[in-house]
């Protein structure tokens, strides 16, 4: 058994402070070296011989040496306008789709999305310079050759031609940002813990884009994304490949619900990996405002 | 490639109306196959116009334009972005004086010289790259940006317009 005096001592250390580096300080035997003027007497301090540099009286950034400036003379247009709510769209043309599909990067068996895009590791987009997805660009569309069911945020009449002429479909979606953001990066967004979101109806300027059949969007009539394709065979003449007959019918014709943004899981559930189930709400609360549009 | 193709079958356009006509059966037969099964219905998204609204008009700049200077003074320079359109291969393009002065007692040809954009030279387009951050540097990707043509530079040593290395 320790003394009482260890025993105050220790219990007196336990109610002290942790040590950290807010209160600790140097021992008071420690020697510092002391400070020398290593250039000695210098009196120039390396800013060389009389001028601009050593009286430092530069020019200020764009002065251009008296003449009248640029900046004054050059009228002014709003190149940047809007620069802050203006969508972006990060390329991927066609040839690198390609070229993923060749090196096994992304699976053809299954839907292709965003999130398979991603995962491929040769392209990456920025939430927060507002990045909205992909803008697939019609570079190699001769050379393309896969049938695919593709869901991309942005496209070009010829790539949808491309696509359907090997026998794919193509689909253009809006995701807004929180989503964006799950579908980057499924597993982090699962780590979290939290409930799948629902995808917003996109913004007012984009509606006539993503409800229009021409450019395949998501949320335009079925039926008129039918006579579309059709007519755009007829456009480009090639010869529309039967979807009837064909053995990955379901695959091809696999679509997420507008409110959905990961296949086979809906909003509101989450997504448990510590003991690998789904957790699915029953609250009808809950439901009716994971089911709605907004 | 891609502008060829267009240009081969513009010729064999048809008109929309024609098209209608003439496949109507087609579609009857594949109307009740296709999209019945695989889109789920839980949701039901109603849209009541799908007219294009304009944005409103207010001067939104999320990031700074300020640049230190070698005595670290923040520097401001609002009007370079103003007045310039950076390209993501480095040159900037602007305006020109005097487009909208007097065009009455000008001459035609000259009435549309003074409305194009024109390119700034070498030692403007160094002196604007300091007077701005470098996140107005980056690419920036809009999808109807009628500057996309000009946004990459061929026949340049420094910006060669063969493919990328493709395995």
């Known amino acids: 058994m320790a003394s009482k005096v260890t025993e105050q001592a220790l219990n007196l250390i336990k109610a002290m402070p942790r040590v950290a580096?807010?209160?600790?300080?140097?021992?008071?035997y420690t020697a510092f070296k002391k400070k020398v003027n290593r250039q000695g007497n210098r009196k120039k301090k390396g800013r060389g011989d009389k001028g601009q540099g050593a009286r430092g009286t530069w020019d200020p950034l764009g002065y251009e040496g008296g003449q009248h400036p640029l900046i004054d003379t050059s009228p002014r247009?709003?190149?940047?306008?809007?620069?802050?709510?203006?969508?972006?769209?990060?390329?991927?043309?066609?040839?690198?789709?390609?070229r993923l599909i060749d090196l096994n990067r992304v699976d053809v068996s299954r839907p292709i999305d965003i999130t398979s895009i991603c995962n491929t590791g040769l392209y990456s987009f920025h939430i927060s310079k507002n990045h909205f997805g992909v803008n697939l660009t019609d570079e190699g569309c001769d050379q393309f050759a896969a049938k695919i069911n593709l869901e991309v945020q942005w496209t070009s009449e010829l790539v949808i031609a491309a696509i359907e002429k090997n026998g794919g479909t193509i689909t253009t979606r809006y995701y807004d940002p929180p989503c964006l953001a799950a579908l980057y990066d499924p597993l982090t967004f699962f780590k979290k813990g939290q409930p799948i979101p629902k995808c917003k109806v996109p913004p007012q300027d984009t509606l006539a884009y993503y409800s229009d059949p021409n450019f395949r969007g998501y949320l335009a009539d079925p039926e008129k994304v039918l006579e579309a394709r059709e007519k755009l065979a007829q456009k480009y003449g090639y010869k529309l490949p039967d979807l009837k007959d064909d053995p990955v019918k379901e695959m091809l014709l696999m679509r997420k619900d507008p409110l959905q943004i990961f296949y086979g899981l809906e909003p509101g559930w989450v997504v448990n990996l510590t003991e690998k189930c789904i957790l699915k709400p029953k609250d009808e609360d809950y439901l009716r405002y994971y089911h709605t549009a907004y | 490639m891609a502008a060829s193709l267009v240009k081969s079958f513009a010729g064999l356009c048809i008109q929309a109306r024609n098209v209608v006509a003439l496949t109507n059966g087609v579609y009857n037969l594949k109307k009740n196959v296709i999209f019945s099964s695989s889109m789920r219905q839980f949701s039901a998204i109603q849209i009541k116009s799908t007219e294009q609204k304009s944005l409103s008009k207010c001067r939104l700049h999320t990031s700074p334009m300020s640049m230190t200077t070698p005595e670290l003074k923040e520097w401001r320079e609002q009007r370079v972005i103003d007045r310039f359109y950076r390209l993501p291969w480095g040159a900037w393009i602007r305006t020109q004086g005097g487009r909208k002065k007097g065009l009455y007692k000008r001459r035609p040809r000259i009435r549309w010289k003074l409305q194009q954009h024109i390119f700034c030279n070498y030692h403007q387009n160094k002196l604007l790259d300091k007077?701005?951050?470098?996140?107005?540097?980056?690419?920036?990707?809009f999808v109807d940006s009628p500057y996309e043509p000009y946004s990459q530079r061929t026949n340049s040593f420094w910006h060669p317009n063969h493919r990328k290395f493709y395995p």
Do not use: D, G, H, M
């Open chain 2, 131 to 141: 007077l701005v951050t470098p996140k107005w540097k980056e690419p920036k990707y």
């Open chain 1, 21 to 28: 580096l807010n209160n600790i300080k140097p021992l008071p």
């Open chain 1, 77 to 98: 247009e709003r190149y940047y306008a809007q620069y802050a709510v203006r969508r972006q769209y990060p390329p991927v043309s066609l040839l690198e789709l390609q």
